[in-house]
């Protein structure tokens, strides 16, 4: 048992107090003469765990001080950095309820190492190393060793059992430490709300403009649908509406550009707005919009819930709604009563009317469509007249010209966000590639990167019109054909890991051929084996969890090894 002023000293300065004697002991015994073989093993022996005791000291304070600082602190007991007052107590933070283990245990340590070296001293104190020793002194002194080697070696195989102890405590110290940072880091990269909310608001519009589309111009051939991937002013969505004409062999497209707000109680942060946008939404806080003018029918549409959220606030105090100064409501348009959704947009938008198009029979439900880009409560303009380019197409153009590595990854950052928040929606496919996501060539933009932030997802709108049929060579193979044929065990994600791949090599591939997709993956590219390594997962589906992404555990092994690993990595090298 430690002796109590050792167990009042504390971890550093008995520490410390060690590795000085440690030192002193280890130079009497390169004094003892060297002609015996026993002292020769006794030497290597104290040696052998004084660099162990050295050793343990080091991996201890490396995680409380900086590492370069632990190497001074060894070599000089002198150095200022013991004298560190808040040393003590960041180990003691450090090691937690092992403290007083470690510190009962370096104090048996000390005191073993100091009767060692109390028994060296009696062995030389009658001998000056000084001068040449006589026949007869190097006798007495091959006696006094052999005499106490028994007390020696016990010292020493003391010392080693201590050391032992010490290491098993400091490890268990550190798994303590490690199990606490993973389970801090994995509560740091739990799937963001917003990524629930924006999926399932994509696609509840999608099923509303689907279930009341139409188009009476006998001139429009195809519609498509396009949802931009990255959201603007909270949770409103920016859509495309692309339109091709057909008159006699000539073929041309028009596109319209619309924003949508979703639709919003007067508490725009409660729990309970989610949950009023569709049953399977999960329970989460949708940020309040700010740009949101309520037409004149929303104010007059009281559901019985909004009565009753609007006596209550969010931090329960009784909320106040100011009527002064409130602009003229916009005249509403419901397109659920049109015959022509499409051609009244397209007039909306052409004419500049004082009208808000609008989906959604209540004020729960109801969602504002505007024509152009609603920025700040004013209708811009629509864009002028613009293709839609494939995202495929950059793989044909030189990538050193265009992008950069970080904007490289940040394209790549960019797909995964919106295939996570859109892979259960009719927006995206299972089956689906690089041709299904494209972007808008601006020319007045002097780089790549910024026409890439106009990056959307679409999809055939032909309901009202034409009725379109998947050809038996766009259709793809069952889940189960893939699994048993190809061993896909999700069809979704393989897709995924073939764009990253893509990307990565900066060439264009055929998703049909697994054997060629599966080797190039397995090779270390231009963006690192980190890069390699998630790309393959996604290719293999190997997150751990199965193989349904409709299930959480899942989703959250797909959000940390993806989403937050090319975070990462942009990070690392924005800062290099």
Known sequence: MADPISLGLGIAPLALSAIKIIKATRSKLKVLRSHDKV?????????????????????????IVNPDDVVFMLEDEESELWADPDLDQKIKRYLGRKYESIEETLGEIRRQIQALDKRLNYTLQDTDRDVKLTATEKFREAVSVTTNKTSYEADIGHIKELNQEFRRLRKMAKEFNQSNIVAQAEEQKLIPADYSVKGELARAFYNSVKSCWSCAEVHHAEHRIALLLEWFDGHDMRIFLHCRHRIGITTSTHSLDLTIQPPRLPLGETRALAMNLSTAIPCTELPHTNNFKPSRDDQLAEHPLAKRLRQVSRIGEPLTVSSENTPEPQKSVDLQTSNNVCGTLFQLAEENQASTPFLGADCLRRRALFPGNHVGGAVSKSAPKRAAIPL?????????????????????????????QLHWTPWWQQYWSLWDLSYFKDPSATELSTCLKTMHIGTRLDLGTKEYEMTTAEQPPSGEVLQLTYGIRNLSLYCLGVALLQIG???????????????????????????????????????????????????????????????????ALERS
């Open 39 to 63: 002292l020769q093993r006794l030497r290597r022996s104290f040696k052998t765990q004084s660099h162990v005791f050295l050793d343990e000291c080091h991996l201890l304070l490396q995680e």
């Open 392 to 420: 495929t197409n950059i793989l044909n153009s030189s990538l050193d010209a265009d992008l950069t590595v970080t904007q490289q990854l940040r394209l790549v950052l960019q797909i995964a966000k919106g295939h996570l």
């Open 505 to 571: 090599r900066w060439s264009q591939l055929d998703a049909s051929d697994v054997f060629t997709i599966r080797k190039l993956a397995s090779v270390n590219g231009r963006l690192g084996p980190r890069y390699q390594e998630l790309t393959q997962k996604c290719i293999d589906c190997d997150f751990g969890h199965g193989s349904d992404l409709g299930s959480p555990p899942l989703q959250r092994a797909f959000y940390k090894s993806v989403i937050c690993e090319l975070e990462s990595l942009v990070a």
